[in-house]
């Protein structure tokens, strides 16, 4: 999956998710989940929820827990952990080794373009503190899409905003629901799990 090289061949757009794939960003969400919920009795498997919108998630956490929710309790836990979130990642967020020299090779030979399942808050608070602000256009979080992964609509969105073909186009993910949206959209793929950035501490590898 991850044969870069011959991946970037001829790509005129990357798409990268932020989660887990620019930011090491999933020990920070699971920590606030875990904050907002333990009050309450819930346990959160952070794992199981990975890649989804935070107002997916919470429904999925709350599944189980053997009472109805409010829509305002609802948009109340969801509000909380979206503050929790923000507040570590001011405090304390970096880029994943590597993503910072891979992104600065990239820049300047291919659009850059971002679909993830964070608020737009968060996000732009998130590129904001790597130095990373205004480098993704289009930017599609999940408040500007109906349906977030593994629906493919946040990648087809940037897709057609950017007036790039799926064939033209390479999606960077790390989440399984990530992974079938962007597989739904006909993108192809690159796994950033496995270990890629470590593996791209010279990016003129790619070249």
């Known amino acids: 999956m991850n044969d870069l090289p011959s991946l970037l061949a001829d790509k005129q757009l990357l798409i990268f998710d932020f989660d887990g794939t620019v930011a090491d960003t999933t020990p920070l969400h699971a920590e606030a989940f875990r904050q907002v919920l333990s009050p309450l009795g819930i346990a959160v498997n952070y794992p199981g929820i990975a890649g989804l919108k935070t107002l997916d998630a919470m429904r999925m956490c709350l599944a189980d827990s053997g009472r109805v929710w409010s829509d305002d309790e609802l948009l109340e836990l969801v509000s909380a952990k979206q503050q929790s979130v923000r507040d570590m990642i001011s405090r304390e967020l970096s880029a994943l080794p590597g993503v910072d020299e891979f992104l600065r090779w990239a820049r300047p030979r291919y659009r850059l373009g971002m679909a993830t399942s964070g608020s737009r808050g968060t996000v732009e608070l998130a590129l904001r503190k790597l ?22 609509e946040g990648f087809l969105t940037v897709l057609e905003m950017s007036r790039t073909k799926a064939a033209d186009a390479l999606v960077f993910e790390d989440s399984v629901a990530g992974f079938a949206a962007a597989q739904a959209a006909g993108v192809a793929l690159v796994d950033a799990r496995q270990n890629l950035w470590q593996q791209l501490t010279n990016p003129g590898r790619v070249s």
């Open 131 to 152: 130095g990373y602000f205004g480098w993704f256009d289009p930017l599609v979080c999940a408040d500007d899409v109906l349906n977030a992964k593994p629906d493919p």
